[in-house]
């Protein structure tokens, strides 16, 4: 972020991801979110003393998918720690994690910014480590701790400092939430503490290759707040250094209600948590086979499947964006054109619009999720498909939509039973026109004297006489035929 009298921001992240494992990293506890506090211990998880630890290895996998989705080496050999802090809620007293030798080093992934260009962003190390407890301070004056999510298994994706904007730091937020539930190793929910973000911000005068004092803020948990915290912490070092002063190195906290930052400790660095080798743990060897295991497993990635969006249906980069935002929705949409009888762009901007916008809000309203659909792929395909035909209007499509998932019957059947396909007899619809204008003799009077307005009431006459049946396109060509006929008379 250039500042407006020549700073620019260093911002590097520290991302914690919260793997979907079935069972902690070291044990055999549910990994389960919201079950009673206290509930999934057991004597490893809370450090009892000869409780021995067991590496979960798929969690060892997962960690290999993100290293392999961004470009990392991937160590055949990796080592566990002991970081020694002091927190309540961390019974050991201790976290197992890695330090000198983690299991990925060196990655890159770009990230898109708003102009289009694409900007690299280096991936120093990723980590397994295991999470701490949580504490509960707004009960009462009392603090509480719940220790459900000791042990539960983290990936830590640590960037070199090579963001320079909140926005910049928001992009590759993002996208790093798409590459971790892509690979379905992290659900990417920011409000239950699936993943969080430490960011590390310095300040210094534009152009310049030093690297100033930096600040760190913790446990920011929405994309929000990581703009605004950056936002507001790159303007305190500014106004400092506009001073003559530099800022302090601290740990702080973003207060969302007040919108600042507030000192938590002064920064730790590597010699305050005294690592040593974990004893209990051997070290983690793989072999290629493991590797290659995972590297064969792994699915397209979220910008690889956007281009392809965009190559193979011919849908625009916005609608594209939409589309593989979320894995879930970009598999439904192509498991939907996959039915299609008609295989055009046209239809398959007309299944994207359905798919993000009324199947999109009919789950909404329903608060059913993408993955347990009241309207299977196919069954929506059928309906696109009556409705690119011609048999049904849009609005018949809403109507039967509806129907079909409440019912569980097929749209065809429904269409079938209810008599409810499009009137498309150009014959009978030209007669029926031609009674319209005759019953309506002066409206017809105004559209040949130039107010063409009147157009859609005739429109509206023959909806109506049809019960909504008739082919809107097919009303409108007839409809304009007959009058520009008459006009031609008239004049």
């Not at 937020?173 to 409000?191: A, P, Q």
């Not at 969080?196 to 760190?216: F, I, L």
């Amino acid at each position: 972020m250039n500042d407006s009298n020549g700073y620019e921001a260093v911002i590097g992240l520290e991302v914690h991801i919260q793997l979907t494992t079935r069972t902690k990293a070291f044990c055999g506890c549910s990994t389960r979110f919201g079950d009673a506090p206290n509930t999934n211990t057991c004597p490893v998880c809370l450090g009892y003393p000869g409780a021995l630890p067991v590496a979960n290895r798929e969690m060892i996998s997962m960690a290999i998918a993100l290293g392999l989705a961004t470009g990392c080496t991937i160590h055949h050999r990796s080592v566990f720690v002991r970081k020694h802090y002091f927190y309540p809620d961390l019974p050991k007293g201790y976290q197992i994690s890695q330090y000198e030798d983690p299991i990925c080093t060196d990655g890159t992934v770009d990230i898109e910014l708003d102009d289009g260009t694409r900007k690299p962003v280096r991936i120093r190390r990723i980590h397994i480590e295991e999470d701490a407890g949580k504490s509960l301070h707004d009960i009462a004056t009392e603090t509480l701790i719940d220790l459900n999510r000791c042990g539960v298994p983290l990936l830590e994706i640590v960037t070199e400092p090579d963001l320079r904007t909140p926005a910049e730091a928001h992009a590759f937020l993002v996208l790093l939430r798409k590459i971790v539930t892509y690979l379905e190793i992290c659900d990417g929910n920011m409000e239950e503490g699936s993943l969080r973000c430490d960011a590390n911000v310095s300040v210094r005068p534009a152009g310049s290759r030093e690297m100033r004092t930096k600040t760190e803020i913790k446990n920011l948990n929405s994309f929000r707040n990581v703009e605004r915290a950056l936002g507001y912490e790159i303007h305190r070092h500014a106004e400092l250094l506009r001073q003559g002063e530099s800022p302090e190195s601290e740990t702080l906290l973003w207060d969302a209600v007040r919108n600042l930052t507030v000192p938590l400790r002064g920064k730790e660095e590597s010699p305050d948590y005294r690592y040593f080798p974990e004893p209990d743990l051997p070290p983690v060897v793989l072999d290629d086979a493991w590797i290659e295991r995972v590297r064969a497993a792994l699915p397209e990635l979220p910008l690889a499947r956007r281009d392809r969006f965009i190559a193979n249906y011919g849908l625009s980069r916005y609608d594209a964006d939409i589309l593989t935002a979320e894995k879930p929705l970009a598999d439904f949409f192509e498991h939907t054109v996959a039915g299609l009888k008609r295989r055009l762009p046209e239809d398959f901007k007309t299944a994207c619009n359905w798919v993000t916008g009324d199947f999109t809000r009919m789950l909404r309203e329903r608060k059913r999720p993408i993955t347990d659909p009241p309207l299977s792929p196919a069954a929506l395909a059928e309906l696109l498909d009556m409705l690119i035909e011609g048999t049904i209007s849009g609005k018949m499509a809403k109507q039967i939509l509806e129907e079909a998932a409440d019912t569980g019957v097929h749209p065809r059947e429904i269409v079938g039973r209810s008599g409810a396909a499009q009137l498309t007899d150009e014959g009978f619809l030209s007669t029926l026109i031609d009674s319209v204008l005759r019953e309506n003799e002066p409206s017809v009077r105004k559209y040949l004297g130039g107010r063409e307005n009147v157009f859609g009431f005739f429109v509206g006459q023959v909806m109506k006489a049809t019960q909504g049946r008739a082919n809107p396109e097919l009303v409108n060509r007839i409809l304009r035929e007959k009058l520009d006929e008459r006009k031609k008379c008239h004049e």
